[in-house]
């Protein structure tokens, strides 16, 4: 029978296995990518949203129902209200995301539920991203490109309009993790000197030369360009805020591909309004896409609208390491990117 939870199929008390006779019922919350869609459809009995739209909680749970599996984004909000609403025939959700601050983690454990999330496969996209912010803020790549297409470029100029200095300049990392890594092997290239701070030391294989600050302020203070990479937890929800950024070296550069509730709106826009940061490249926002007006109308900011995996290849290998997730775990296995057993 699908649909219905097998207490006798659970096979081992640390994690949840699960074989279901037939095809699992897959409720597939956003429009994936067609091989993935494609994948999906020859191994589950899906629920799809094929015009894509953003359900509210009560139409999630509404598909939900009957469902033995949740493939979800980090557009839906899985908070407990939700979990207490899913079926109990549900037992894994698994998201097309590294981050999975948008899942209630204990709620989903007390429930018995698994959880898996995407990691690896979208770090060099991630990674590129906080380039593209870097450079695009850092040489006010957005007006420059304006000038361009709005024909208000009428000249050369050897002082107008001016960018910052990247090569050979300072580089905090905040969350020295797989795609802080990443952006630290870019800034190689860049003969930038590269900072640190995490909450361990990384091995010196893989901190290749970086230095390491035990501190947050220690870090700050060499961020003459400040990547956030860390994950977004009750620890670093508005880290940088007036007080960290103050530590920053006047006409620093901050860029954000991580989450947006990690910075202070208010602190970093007055940072930016009165010149202590030269400028902002964001890809992730709080409360996004309903982003602080704001950050629109500043000259310095260099914005994207949440792509830092957005690539055909990455798109299409986060669905497919979801639905690895998804098939380990109905075929009774540990899945490789399990955050909780449930
Ligand atoms: C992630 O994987 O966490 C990205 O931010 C996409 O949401």
């Given at each position: 029978m699908i649909g219905a939870y097998r207490p006798d199929l659970v096979y081992s008390p640390a994690i949840i296995h699960m074989t279901i006779p037939g095809k699992p019922k897959l409720f597939v919350t956003r429009k994936l990518t067609q091989d993935v869609?494609?994948?999906?459809?020859?191994?589950?009995?899906?629920?799809?949203?094929?015009?894509?739209?953003?359900?509210?909680?009560?139409?999630?749970?509404?598909?939900?129902?009957?469902?033995?599996?949740?493939?979800?984004?980090t557009t839906e909000r899985i908070d407990a209200g939700f979990i207490e609403a899913l079926p109990d025939s549900l037992k894994i959700v698994a998201t097309f995301s590294v981050g999975y601050d948008h899942i209630d983690i204990a709620a989903a454990k007390a429930r018995g539920i698994a959880v898996t999330n995407t990691p690896d496969v979208l770090t060099d996209a991630t990674a590129d991203t906080a380039w593209l912010l870097m450079l695009g803020a850092a040489r006010g790549a957005v007006w420059g490109e304006r000038m361009v297409r709005e024909a208000t470029w009428t000249s050369w100029s050897p002082t107008h309009p001016l960018g910052h200095d990247v090569t050979g300049r300072k580089l905090a990392i905040l969350g020295m993790g797989r795609i802080g890594q990443a952006v630290a092997k870019r800034a190689r290239g860049f003969d930038m000197e590269i900072h640190y701070h995490k909450r361990s030391?990384?091995?010196?294989?893989?901190?290749?030369?970086?230095?390491?600050?035990?501190?947050?302020?220690?870090?700050?203070?060499?961020?003459?360009?400040?990547?956030?990479?860390?994950?977004?937890?009750?620890?670093?929800?508005?880290l940088i805020n007036a007080e960290t950024i103050a530590v920053l070296p006047d006409g620093a550069v901050l860029v954000n591909t991580a989450r947006g509730d990690i910075v202070d709106d208010d602190a970093l826009i007055a940072a930016i309004e009165c010149g202590k940061l030269a400028a902002a490249g964001l890809d992730v926002f709080a409360g996004e896409p309903a982003i602080d007006e704001r950050y629109r109308t500043l000259k310095n900011t260099f914005l994207l609208p949440h792509i830092g995996s957005a690539t055909l290849g990455t798109r299409s290998a986060m669905g497919m390491r979801a639905v690895d997730n998804l098939d380990a775990f109905f075929a009774g296995k540990t899945p490789g990117d399990l955050v909780t057993a449930g």
């Open positions: 869609e494609d994948r999906i459809a020859g191994t589950y009995e899906p629920v799809f949203n094929d015009d894509d739209h953003i359900m509210s909680p009560a139409e999630l749970a509404e598909k939900a129902q009957g469902c033995d599996g949740a493939l979800v984004t030391r990384l091995p010196a294989d893989l901190e290749q030369g970086a230095i390491y600050h035990d501190t947050l302020a220690g870090v700050l203070a060499n961020g003459e360009f400040l990547s956030i990479n860390c994950a977004s937890t009750p620890q670093t929800r508005g």
